[in-house]
């Protein structure tokens, strides 16, 4: 509520503090400021506001950054519309504490006498009824008007404060407040501290919406990829924006905030509150937006699977796909060793699962290994033991699956090492309840084109032998484009369920929209697009015009694959320690630009992988 304009007289400020006796015309927010203001010490001939450190400063200034470059706009024009008017903005922290001013450089100047300045605490503690401290304690706008200040020397001027709340948790990020000597101050004040607030109010919930988009989509690209197993996803502010088991969803952790923390040191707590559940730090633009917390990869305890055909989880009746799956269920109750390989998001862990589920192994454990995080110093630790006898992957897969995620990007020094435990199949294990050898069976993943690899050296001949008894290709989604309508509507379904929604259907425009798109990120792409649709559209029903541009938009052809552009690609990833945008500079093309090549010659971006 904003305080009314009513007359205050010096004896009635007076009297309030001979007798404590407040005036009957007083404005209920500033009769209770006043209250705190003498309940809390403050002495009424208190000349200046306390001015902090220059390291609390500096500490401020970082925590308010978000704030004050949203604001920077309005501060800029402040910069130009207040000039000449006798008056200035001032933007604080939820503390009181100043960190920017704009306006009349005169005012500027006089404000220093009193430390209305960068730096200056006005919280109500320090410097008694003020519009900065007042609209902060009341949580509401807050005009004070000369006499209404508390202390005498500050009743020289008058305030027009705004708190800016945050749009998700109504939290107080800050205020905007415009100030003024008394007798030159602008009747519209109010008007212009609120329109101010309301658009860094606005500008806060546009990116906090763009934030969680990129949280979602990067959240559903791990989702697809570990389709069982329980997750997490965490915004920057501590809200639970989404739990697989639908515990903690739409929750807010006390204390879960990044803050000023270590970015690992955040991760780390928010691990050890979920269990001990791996964390990932997921970023936007290189900062660090959120967190996905996964339960151990390589601990996950059998999946029961429904009754019926593990191979009903693929869907579609293009007739690659049905040739392919009559073969695997052909090979699934042998031991032999499967070779998976198809394009990023063509499904290969789901066919994986589905081998190993209708295998004589499912009743063993399915323990994937990402081989492209393997080093040579490590590779031990992770296929052996990592915390005690028996616990390493080798082990664990005793009786079940081993599979080797993407097998293709294993560093050269580590394929002997990996040839040398498949073919012993030993485990290491000081247990005397372990097997001496462990017996699995090994199903391996790659988008690469391992036979090239092989033929230019960067694949071992025999390891390749050792892993690809059989071999399976999965098509692409274009290669398919028949059952894009029907994975559509199921990852809609799917999606809606997660949500609590209804499913949207999609109209026969948006069906045909989608089947010419060519789908670089196959089916994990469409998985991805759809579970966006239900998120952000609100009608029941999915036209052309609600898909995403890059389906809208006919794209240009994929660019023919060059091997040698392909090996300066991988080159300058290696040398760029897997930084896109870096890449793209050393390659000389823009990032958009490597994308489309990295799709074309089946590559993985780093920030894709699990």
């Known amino acids: 509520m904003v305080a009314r304009e009513r007359f205050v007289r010096k004896a009635d400020w007076v009297r309030f503090l001979e007798t404590g006796l407040l005036p009957d015309d007083l404005d209920p927010d500033l009769a209770a400021s006043w209250l705190r203001s003498r309940d809390s010490g403050v002495l009424p001939d208190r000349m200046t506001a306390p001015?902090?450190?220059?390291?609390?400063?500096?500490?401020?200034?970082?925590?308010?950054?978000?704030?004050?470059?949203?604001?920077?706009?309005?501060?800029?024009?402040?910069?130009?519309?207040?000039?000449?008017?006798?008056?200035?903005?001032?933007?604080a922290s939820p503390d009181c504490i100043i960190t920017e001013t704009e306006g009349d450089p005169g005012v500027i100047d006089t404000g220093r006498e009193n430390r209305l300045q960068i730096g200056g605490n006005w919280q109500e503690t320090s410097i008694g009824t003020n519009g900065i401290g007042t609209a902060a304690a009341s949580g509401r706008p807050a005009l004070v008007h000369g006499i209404q200040h508390?202390?005498?020397?500050?009743?020289?001027?008058?305030?027009?404060?705004?708190?800016?709340?945050?749009?998700?948790?109504?939290?107080?990020?800050?205020?905007?407040?415009?100030?003024?000597?008394?007798?030159?101050?602008?009747?519209?004040?109010?008007?212009?501290?609120?329109?101010?607030?309301?658009?860094?109010?606005?500008?806060?919930?546009?990116?906090?919406?763009?934030?969680?988009?990129?949280?979602?989509?990067?959240?559903m690209g791990r989702r697809a990829r570990w389709q069982n197993t329980h997750m997490i996803l965490i915004d920057r502010r501590g809200a639970v924006l989404h739990d697989t088991r639908a515990v903690w969803s739409n929750q807010a952790i006390q204390g879960g905030a990044i803050g000023d923390r270590r970015e690992d040191d955040w991760a780390g707590e928010m691990s050890d509150r979920f269990s001990g559940m791996d964390g990932e730090i997921l970023r936007r633009d290189g900062l660090p937006i959120g967190l996905v917390l996964t339960a151990y990869r390589g601990r996950r305890t059998p999946v029961e699977t429904p009754s019926g055909d593990p191979f009903d989880a693929f869907?579609?009746?293009?007739?690659?796909?049905?040739?392919?799956?009559?073969?695997?269920?052909?090979?699934?109750?042998?031991?032999?060793?499967?070779?998976?390989?198809?394009e990023t998001g063509t499904g290969k862990e789901l066919l994986a699962r589905a081998i190993h589920d209708a295998s004589a192994q499912r009743h063993g454990r399915y323990v994937p290994v990402n081989c492209g995080a393997l080093r040579a110093d490590s590779a031990a630790g992770v296929l052996f033991e990592t915390d005690g006898p028996g616990s390493g992957a080798v082990a664990a897969a005793h009786g079940g699956t081993l599979c080797l995620d993407e097998i293709g990007e294993?560093?050269?020094?580590?394929?002997?090492?990996?040839?040398?435990?498949?073919?012993?199949?030993?485990?290491?294990?000081?247990?005397?309840?372990?097997?001496?050898?462990?017996?699995?069976?090994?199903?391996?993943?790659?988008?690469?084109?391992?036979?090239?690899?092989?033929?230019?050296?960067?694949?071992?001949?025999?390891?390749?032998?050792?892993?690809?008894?059989?071999?399976?290709?999965?098509?692409?989604?274009?290669?398919?484009?028949?059952?894009?309508?029907?994975?559509a509507q199921h990852f809609l379904a799917q999606a809606a369920a997660e949500a609590g929604r209804q499913a949207p259907a999609l109209t026969r425009a948006a069906r045909e929209t989608l089947m010419a798109y060519p789908w670089p990120g196959n089916a994990r792409e469409l998985r991805n697009d759809?579970?966006?649709?239900?998120?952000?559209?609100?009608?029941?029903?999915?036209?052309?015009?609600?898909?995403?541009?890059?389906i809208r938009t006919p794209a240009a052809p994929l660019p023919r694959p060059e091997p040698d552009e392909r090996a300066r690609i991988l080159k300058a990833m290696a040398a760029s320690g897997g930084n896109m945008s870096a890449t793209a500079r050393r390659l000389g093309i823009a990032r958009s630009t490597l994308y489309t090549k990295l799709a074309a010659y089946g590559l993985t971006r780093p920030d894709d992988r699990t």
């Open 410 to 487: 294993m560093p050269a020094d580590v394929q002997p090492f990996l040839l040398r435990v498949l073919e012993d199949g030993l485990t290491r294990a000081r247990s005397p309840d372990a097997p001496e050898r462990s017996d699995f069976r090994v199903i391996a993943l790659t988008h690469r084109d391992l036979p090239r690899d092989v033929a230019e050296n960067r694949f071992r001949r025999d390891l390749f032998h050792r892993i690809s008894t059989i071999q399976f290709r999965l098509p692409p989604l274009r290669d398919r484009a028949e059952d894009i309508p029907l994975l």
């Open 315 to 342: 869907l579609g009746t293009a007739p690659a796909i049905v040739r392919l799956l009559e073969h695997a269920r052909c090979v699934a109750d042998s031991a032999v060793p499967v070779l998976i390989s198809g």
């Open 150 to 219: 508390f202390c005498e020397e500050i009743q020289r001027w008058s305030c027009a404060a705004v708190p800016v709340l945050d749009p998700v948790d109504r939290s107080l990020r800050g205020i905007v407040d415009i100030s003024g000597p008394t007798d030159v101050f602008l009747p519209q004040s109010m008007a212009l501290a609120m329109a101010v607030g309301d658009e860094i109010t606005q500008a806060l919930a546009r990116m906090i919406g763009e934030e969680r988009e990129v949280l979602y989509q990067q959240f």
């Open 530 to 550: 759809m579970q966006a649709l239900v998120l952000f559209c609100g009608r029941g029903v999915i036209d052309a015009e609600d898909l995403p541009e890059k």
């Open 51 to 91: 001015q902090v450190t220059d390291e609390v400063l500096l500490r401020k200034r970082t925590e308010t950054a978000e704030l004050r470059r949203l604001a920077r706009a309005a501060l800029l024009r402040a910069r130009a519309m207040l000039k000449d008017t006798g008056s200035m903005m001032i933007l």
